[in-house]
């Protein structure tokens, strides 16, 4: 008999006609761009140049083991990258099988966003044909030619590939600027945390390519269902119902949420197994579109969010509104299901907690039965119907090209599990419960975060302004940051310490950058590289940000020491330090600096040149600078490395309540007999509660017009 995992990994496989598929094998065919391996597409993370997708995929499987992730990067040759982790395969992270597609996800993504114009040509390019990768051996990231031609594997990478490609073409487009790390343990280069990656600029669009107006070369084939199981895989299969897996098994022995004790096939290869007491109806048979339009305008208007649902707009935003703007909006009563068109493939569901008014380009349905509409709201929030939403999303037409949208009739068709109204509102009981303790979980350990931070910050603050003897003279400075020092130091403004490289650096050619990048740390506003302010220099350097994200936290400059060859933009102030003292411990003195006096402008806060020279450093002799740097080394060490550790755990949390809250929903465990008791001191809603919070509707881009009429 056929197990659990091999029947699904069968339920993926694909066929593909090579004659209406864009295929590609070698990267200098016309479509080999499209392949991990092809070389003219560089990447940059956390600062530092991979030369392709492929050495950046390979070396996410060992942040533990930094010395190989190097190895890996530093080869030329893409498949010299892939060959160098091969002995290092066995000591993989440990949740590779489970996290690599996600990873090649995010690579793409990483790709896409640093060669905007180019990658994103080329996918465009592609119209809407399937993408496949032939591979001889490899059915898993491609599929091997048979005995007809045609191509048959599971084709992960293409269609991951038409994943990214719909969303470049649709109204996501624009969240592919900006790459978020993924939300998984060890996400690490080089032992440090990977940052959020940003687009270098250009254009919205790929330039010389509107995505509407792309005519396919042959007819497409149809549309193919998003592979939801592939990336969340069901914990019980279709055909499989007689066979307990693992998981299943260990969980019988648990307190906690188990399987039901008998299933039935849904019908639906996408949705799975559905519990044998459970309906599965289309959602034309739940909910009914009503579009009532106000005349006054003068009704609450509500505001839609991600973590906190229907709002009152007033909480969420100052810029006001008037009645008159918001004649024509649609009505919507307390207990009415309302949908964001525009964003149903990120879960954009909510249920009205009061009347009001939404925008008018939002869906509002009344309930044709008795059921539980938030239990419907958890479910539409899962992997698997974001898929969904997404396939049956369609365009606009040629007049708002780039815009996609569930609209009520394709909607109405999707099916979707119904158990009885009773366990609907167990299951929303039990989310709930669980949300809180979340929740709190997570805001507490981020508070411990803040904290830890504080820790180290005073350890550091008292270090450089008092020095490490507690019963020396001490002596006024008439400073209010640091009142008073030891007497045997100085205070020395900073341009005595420095000298200031701004205006004196010299611009590269885009073809000398290219030549000279190598693996040199890029330090700029948001790691966006600014080709016309960007200089290369080759010396240890302290770096002090003038404006701008990430070098200003709450409006205060932060200071770096870089040691040998960085690429700063002209966002910072280049500091090149004069001989006589350690640099390491300057850039400690101006962490602990109050820029209050400093920092300041117009329309944005800026620490101008003549500001930065001026400000005083306490200086100890450098013997006890060494001290110092050694004691603030060791004592903030096992901080970092708490707080580091508390950041991770935090990914896994988020991880674990998704998929638990999946599996409830679509009747994979069974909550029923869980004991859900009511949470004392429930913690207060705020910033540090948001699970993942996306913006909603911005008055900016709320229509006046339903796209329908």
């Known amino acids: 008999m056929t197990s659990t995992s091999e029947a699904s990994r069968n339920n993926q496989f694909r066929t593909y006609d090579r004659e209406t598929s864009v295929v590609f094998l070698k990267t200098k065919e016309r479509f080999g761009g499209l392949s ?9 993370v956390n600062g530092v140049r991979i030369r392709t997708s492929e050495a950046l995929y390979q070396a996410c499987r060992f942040p533990h083991l930094p010395d190989v992730q190097r190895t890996i990067i530093d080869e030329r040759s893409p498949m010299t990258a892939k060959m160098r982790s091969k002995p290092f395969r066995e000591d993989s992270r440990p949740d590779w099988d489970a996290v690599r597609v996600k990873i090649m996800r995010w690579s793409l993504r990483v790709k896409l966003a640093q060669n905007w114009n180019e990658f994103g040509r080329l996918l465009l390019s592609t119209g809407d044909r399937p993408i496949v990768e032939q591979s001889r051996k490899d059915d898993f990231w491609g599929a091997k030619v048979i005995d007809d031609g045609t191509l048959v594997g599971m084709n992960v990478l293409g269609r991951l590939l038409m994943e990214l490609r719909e969303q470049l073409k649709g109204d996501e487009a624009e969240s592919l600027h900006e790459i978020e790390p993924l939300s998984i343990p060890e996400f690490l280069l080089f032992r440090q945390p990977i940052e959020v990656i940003c687009a270098a600029g250009g254009s919205r669009r790929p330039v010389g390519l509107d995505a509407r107006h792309e005519r396919p070369v042959a007819p497409p084939p149809p549309r193919d269902l998003p592979q939801p199981s592939l990336f969340d895989q069901p914990m019980i299969d279709k055909g499989q119902m007689d066979i307990k897996t693992d998981r299943a098994a260990e969980a019988e022995n648990t307190i906690g949420p188990k399987p039901y004790s008998g299933y039935r096939d849904s019908a639906h290869d996408w949705l799975g197994a559905a519990p044998e007491h459970w309906k599965v109806v289309r959602s034309k048979y739940l909910f009914r579109e009503v579009d009532e339009r106000t005349d006054t305008g003068t009704e609450t208007l509500l505001s839609m969010r991600q973590a906190h649902g229907l709002i009152p707009h007033n909480k969420v935003s100052t810029k006001p509104v008037t009645p008159e703007d ?25 249920v009205a907690r009061e009347d009001g008014l939404v ?21 539409f929030k899962t992997n698997i119907y974001r898929a969904k939403f997404r396939q049956e999303s369609k365009g606009l037409g040629t007049g708002m090209s780039g815009f996609l949208r ?31 303790r979340v929740r709190r979980l997570i805001r507490n350990k981020r508070r411990l975060i803040g904290l830890l931070n504080e820790q180290k910050q005073a350890i550091i603050n008292g270090a450089v302004t008092r020095g490490l003897n507690p019963d020396a003279a ?15 130091w100085v205070i020395t403004p900073l341009r005595h310490l420095s000298t200031c490289l701004d205006g004196k650096r010299v611009p590269l050619e885009a073809s000398a950058r290219e030549k000279m990048l190598g693996n040199i740390p890029y330090w700029g506003a948001n790691q966006i590289i600014d080709h016309l302010n960007d200089f290369l220099l080759d010396e240890d350097l302290i770096l002090l940000g003038e404006d701008g994200a990430p070098f200003f936290d709450r409006n205060k400059p932060v200071a770096f020491f870089s040691q040998g060859k960085v690429w700063p933009n002209n966002h910072i102030h280049v500091l090149r330090p004069k001989p006589g003292n350690r640099p390491e411990f300057i850039v400690h003195a101006l962490n602990c600096v109050d820029y209050t006096n400093y920092v300041g402008g117009a329309t944005r806060d800026k620490l101008t040149q003549s500001f930065m020279k001026a400000i005083p450093i306490p200086i100890p002799p450098e013997n006890e600078q060494i001290a110092i740097l050694e004691h603030v080394t060791r004592e903030c060490t096992p901080l970092d490395e708490t707080a580091e550790r508390a950041a991770r755990e935090i990914g896994f949390i988020q991880e674990y309540r998704e998929r638990l809250v999946a599996d409830v929903v679509t009747g994979k465990l069974d909550v029923r007999h869980i004991e859900i008791a009511a949470l004392a001191n429930e913690p207060i809603a705020d910033e540090d509660d948001t699970l993942e919070d996306l913006e909603g509707d911005d008055p900016e881009v709320m229509v006046r017009a339903d796209a329908d009429e």
Not at 36 to 44: D, E, S, W
């Open 36 to 44: 991990n391996m092809a070389g003219g597409f560089p990447l940059r």
């Open 406 to 436: 569930l609209y009520s009739d394709r909607f109405g068709t999707i099916p979707m599990p119904q158990p009885p109204e009773d366990e609907q509102r167990r299951i929303v009981e039990f989310i709930h419960s669980y949300d809180l």
């Open 474 to 488: 001490m002596k006024p400075t008439g400073i209010a940051w640091m009142p008073e020092i030891p007497e045997k």
């Open 359 to 379: 925008s008018p380009d939002y869906a509002v349905f009344r309930l044709l039965q008795p059921i539980e509409p938030d239990y419907f709201v958890n479910l």
């Open 326 to 350: 918001l004649k024509g909006y649609k009505r919507v009563q307390a207990g009415q299901m309302v949908l964001n068109r525009m964003q149903a493939s990120n879960g954009m569901f909510a």
